[in-house]
């Protein structure tokens, strides 16, 4: 049985869908985050894909996205319209977000340290 498991498929093209798809624990993390960036600007939740692989997601509020950048998955050399000025790492909350999401990775994650992003986690010990 899953748990906490979330995926996301963003559209790769203007007709195509996107899509959220977890289990009712992720999805009830995500629905923290997204009332945690509606109340104070931001919000982060640490989520599993079904292969077991943990990924902290940032949740901010920009009240006017009219000048933030598209974002295309894979995006190789971008074509921005003149009214795309801002990048998404550039919104005022971005950053919040982005900590709030490492601080749910570091509850999630005892040994996680954002200092130690390349260290293995403790390997568990088997009890004869």
Same mark, same amino acid.
Request: glycine share 8%.
């Given at each position: 049985?899953?748990?906490?498991?979330?995926?996301?498929?963003?559209?790769?093209?203007?007709?195509?869908?996107?899509?959220?798809?977890?289990?009712?624990?992720?999805?009830?993390?995500?629905?923290?985050?997204? *009332?945690? $960036?509606?109340?104070?600007? $931001?919000?982060?939740? @640490?989520?599993?894909?079904?292969?077991? %692989?943990?990924?902290?997601?940032?949740? $901010?509020?920009?009240?006017?996205? @009219? &000048?933030?950048? *598209? &974002? @295309?998955?894979?995006?190789?050399?971008? /074509?921005?319209?003149?009214?795309?000025?801002?990048?998404?790492?550039?919104?005022?909350?971005?950053?919040? $977000?982005?900590? %709030?999401?490492?601080?749910?990775?570091?509850?999630?994650?005892?040994? @996680? /340290? &954002?200092?130690?992003?390349?260290?293995?986690?403790?390997?568990? *010990?088997? %009890?004869?």
């Amino acid at each position: 049985m899953s748990e906490h498991m979330l995926h996301i498929l963003g559209p790769a093209r203007w007709d195509s869908v996107a899509a959220i798809v977890g289990d009712r624990s992720a999805l009830e993390s995500l629905h923290l985050a997204l *009332t945690n $960036a509606l109340g104070k600007g $931001a919000g982060g939740a @640490y989520l599993y894909s079904s292969d077991g %692989e943990g990924f902290a997601l940032a949740v $901010a509020l920009e009240e006017d996205m @009219y &000048a933030v950048h *598209t &974002a @295309y998955s894979g995006e190789g050399k971008p /074509r921005r319209s003149v009214r795309e000025r801002v990048p998404m790492r550039g919104v005022a909350n971005f950053q919040a $977000a982005v900590s %709030e999401a490492i601080e749910q990775r570091r509850l999630k994650q005892p040994w @996680y /340290r &954002a200092s130690a992003l390349l260290e293995s986690p403790p390997r568990a *010990t088997m %009890e004869s």
